[in-house]
């Protein structure tokens, strides 16, 4: 343990492997929360009954995180996929979501939609999306443009909290500046992750230096079950690690007893992602799921999140995942702008089409 400590302490090391500064982007995301959009004196042409939003990857998962902070008022359903839901109707707002504009998934979900006669708002940086949101005089929320969008959920996020707001359909009230005013909080967390601070008072080189060499697996309750979801996706992009993640209390169903065979010696380490604001039955969930599995799996390791709100603990919990996966990359000795095997990506690129 010692020379993986004294390797992530040691600012040289950190610079030769992370040569582009992922970390230094890291830790600038709290200035996405103060990212304002004009969105303008749209509105919807008919009452909005329910809302789809279609996005893969990081380009869901701001829609994700806004189902745990500020909530809707109506139903919201995220769509990863071709298809859209068959109750897709005039009455649906349809968010087509791709950072680079030009995701084939999303655009196929955004033909459907239009022939459902669907009410069509889009969210991205450019591309094909861009170009048929000004053809077609949608909405268009436009998200600064950045080298690596999985970097840029936070911008995301803070754009569909804002129409969530103009269409007065999010939970929480003020919710835009709430995020905003949230910046301040999370930009003095992230100097308790950044490479300057040694691993013995730094939260994520020591998680960093458990899952070396490990396949993480997360859980998280009701608010932090997205945030979970973002470990995932931070683990399998930035450090090329598999990971895994599930919630509670739908763990207590079926994974549960995944756990409970062989092999004994598990090849994972378990995250609990852990909030105050868990209710008292799914708190008593993780106490009693470790216990009754002690010695069937890795002792998990406790991430408690810190801030005073759901918001706070939400985004707190995010970023520390991110810091988190740039650790494990540079233990893994790998790039963490580049994502994966090149090489692999272009070919199935090539014989997809």
Not at 258 to 265: A, E, F, I, K, Q
Not at 339 to 347: A, C, N, S, T, Y
Request: negative net charge; aromatic residues 10%; hydrophobic residues 40%.
């Amino acid at each position: 343990m010692g020379s993986v400590s004294s390797a992530l302490d040691d600012l040289k090391y950190i610079h030769e492997r992370d040569a582009h500064d992922a970390l230094g982007v890291a830790e600038k995301q709290w200035q996405q929360l103060q990212q304002d959009y004009d969105l303008g004196d749209w509105q919807p042409s008919q009452t909005v009954a329910n809302i789809v939003h279609s996005g893969m990857g990081g380009s869901a998962l701001w829609a994700l995180l806004s189902t745990s902070w500020p909530g809707y008022s109506v139903p919201f359903e995220v769509v990863r996929g071709y298809d859209v839901p068959a109750y897709v109707n005039e009455h649906t707002l349809f968010i087509a979501s791709s950072y680079s504009g030009n995701t084939e998934e999303t655009l196929s979900a955004l033909a459907q939609a239009e022939e459902k006669k669907a009410q069509i708002v889009i969210i991205t940086s450019g591309g094909k999306l861009a170009e048929i949101a000004t053809q077609k005089n949608y909405l268009l929320i436009a998200l600064p443009k950045i080298d690596k969008p999985r970097y840029g959920a936070l911008y995301g996020l803070k754009g569909i909290v804002a129409l969530a707001e103009k269409l007065q359909l999010a939970v929480q009230p003020n919710a835009t500046a709430t995020l905003s005013q949230a910046a301040d909080f999370l930009q003095n967390e992230i100097t308790q992750w950044v490479p300057i601070v040694p691993a013995a008072k730094n939260q994520a080189k020591q998680l960093a230096q458990e899952l070396m060499g490990k396949s993480p697996v997360m859980y998280g309750g009701p608010l932090l079950a997205q945030a979970a979801h973002k470990w995932k996706i931070s683990f399998n992009e930035n450090a090329q690690n598999v990971a895994w993640e599930y919630a509670f209390p739908e763990f207590n169903h079926n994974e549960f007893t995944g756990w409970t065979s062989h092999p004994v010696d598990k090849p994972y380490g378990v995250i609990y992602l852990r909030s105050s604001y868990d209710n008292d039955r799914i708190k008593k969930r993780f106490d009693l799921s470790d216990k009754l599995l002690s010695g069937r799996w890795p002792s998990p390791l406790q991430v408690e999140a810190k801030g005073e709100t759901p918001l706070q603990q939400l985004l707190w919990t995010v970023a520390l995942g991110d810091f988190v996966s740039l650790y494990l990359a540079l233990l893994n000795g790998v790039n963490p702008i580049e994502v994966g095997d090149k090489d692999i990506i272009e070919r199935f690129k090539r014989e997809l089409a």
